[in-house]
């Protein structure tokens, strides 16, 4: 990536190249996991103080999953978009939050 990334791109932008890259590696633990699914769009709203994350997949499943304090999560909902194909990376909410598009 060029070097004025971070500047033209700043965190949350609607616009930032994808995929973004890192020298240091991130290590973590998942929370969740579907064996032999991969998640091909992400999309996270807060909702009266409740973290709620919304993934798709690459069989065309929406998850609707609830993200707790520390390592908390858990899958509460699963709708299925279109069998077999992958979600759309462009999961993108509505200006009031009320509404995603898929």
Wanted: glycine share 10%; net charge negative; charged share 15%.
């Amino acid at each position: 990536l060029p070097v004025d990334t971070l500047d033209a791109y700043p965190c949350g932008s609607d616009h930032t190249p994808s995929p973004m890259a890192s020298r240091v590696p991130l290590e973590a633990t998942p929370i969740l996991e579907w064996p032999g699914v991969q998640l091909t769009a992400v999309a996270v709203t807060v909702e009266d103080g409740h973290t709620i994350a919304f993934l798709g997949d690459s069989q065309g499943q929406l998850h609707r999953v609830y993200l707790g304090p520390g390592s908390d999560g858990h899958s509460y909902s699963t709708q299925n978009i279109q069998q077999g194909s992958a979600v759309s990376k462009d999961l993108t909410f509505d200006g009031a939050f009320e509404h995603l598009y898929v």
